[in-house]
């Protein structure tokens, strides 16, 4: 019995787990790169045909993104260079591209604030960084998908609205 497929599952789940801590980022000091910031706009990176077959809308993960965001007191508005920036994937194990409705599916759902920052070095070299963010991992299978994503996104959007708060009192 060739036991290389079922290590090599082993070996990618316990990959996602470790990526998952490497880029949570909830820290005093990553709160206080949230101070003073007046309004956001709600950006989702394309979800990918598997994610999209199976139900999932960008379009409505922006539109509960936004609404918790207003309901906390932080203001729309897409004109601004800040921005939150939400990234649902999924992790398949193997070669062969598989069918997401095979699942459960290891699913990495990450929110993040972007903002412009200047090098001190350097002021005239500016980029785009993300300041503050955060990941979930979880499994779903398809049934479940829509409704563990969108928990998902509802605790990570929970998690922003409390860091935010927590240095921009009302």
């Known amino acids: 019995m ?3 497929p079922e290590r090599t599952r082993r070996c990618f789940a316990v990959l996602i787990l470790i990526a998952g801590g490497c880029f949570a980022s909830d820290t005093s000091m990553d709160r206080a790169t ?3 910031l007046k309004a956001v706009k709600v950006v989702v990176d394309p979800l ?3 994610l999209e077959r ?3 809308d960008a379009n409505r993960l922006r539109d509960r993104t936004e609404q918790k965001l207003r309901d906390a007191g932080i203001k729309i508005d897409n004109d601004v260079n800040e921005f939150i920036g939400l990234n649902v994937s999924f ?3 193997g070669k062969k591209v598989l ?3 095979k699942g459960p599916y290891s699913l990495t759902i990450g929110l993040g604030v972007y903002q412009v920052a200047v090098l001190t070095r350097d002021m005239a070299t500016k980029t ?3 300041t503050w963010g955060v990941e979930k991992t979880a499994s ?3 049934r479940g998908l829509d409704r563990d994503v969108s928990n998902a996104v509802d605790d990570l959007v929970d998690q922003l609205v409390k860091a935010y708060l927590s240095v921009n009192p009302r």
């Open 2 to 4: 060739d036991m290389a």
């Open 34 to 36: 949230l101070r003073g």
């Open 48 to 50: 990918g045909s598997e």
């Open 54 to 56: 199976e139900g999932l």
């Open 91 to 93: 992790a398949q194990a």
């Open 99 to 101: 069918s997401i409705k």
């Open 128 to 130: 785009v960084v993300e």
């Open 140 to 142: 779903a299978s398809a």
